[in-house]
């Protein structure tokens, strides 16, 4: 197929001139993109992880056990515990030695003991744990998520 002279021809594409409307959303991209990256690194949230727990007695006591996955029991310590949007300072009394498989991921049974409210204080009681971790960015979690997926 023979092209035109036109596509050949260095100093025309070089010399040609491009619409305005193009020149404007180029340039409107490139400030979106410019917004995006400035607030991804700078922006600052906390991460929550929300488990189901339930109300044990053992020895006179009152504790309450969770299921967490096996990638997030080395984030429990330096997390801060909320039930019902109180803060609670808790204690790791024991993490089982046994895994359980739900829902396809490896978790283990983590006892904690915190001080429960009495309404709280019910034999096999389930109660909705959130932990609120440490300040994040969405550039670390993007980070994050691409050495997961590289692995």
């Known amino acids: 197929m023979i092209y035109p002279k ?4 260095f100093s025309y594409i070089i010399n040609k001139k491009t619409s305005l409307s193009i020149f404007l959303w180029i340039i409107l991209l490139i400030i979106s993109f ?6 991804s690194l700078k922006y600052e ?17 009152f504790y309450t056990i969770i299921y967490v996955p096996e990638d997030k029991v080395n984030e429990l310590s330096k997390s801060n515990l909320l039930v019902d949007n ?27 003991d915190f001080d429960l409210k009495d309404e ?15 300040k994040t960015t ?10 997961k997926w590289k692995s």
């Open 6 to 9: 036109i596509y050949n021809n």
């Open 34 to 39: 410019v917004i995006f990256i400035i607030i």
């Open 45 to 61: 949230y906390y991460l929550y992880q929300s488990y189901f727990g339930y109300v044990k007695k053992i020895d006179d006591s």
């Open 86 to 112: 109180n803060d609670y300072s808790f204690e790791i009394v024991s993490i089982s030695e046994e895994y359980f498989i739900i829902d396809n991921k490896t978790c283990y049974q983590v006892i904690l």
């Open 120 to 134: 709280y204080k019910i034999e096999n009681n389930i109660i909705n744990i959130v932990l609120k971790n440490n």
């Open 138 to 147: 969405l550039y670390q979690e993007l980070k994050k998520g691409i050495k």
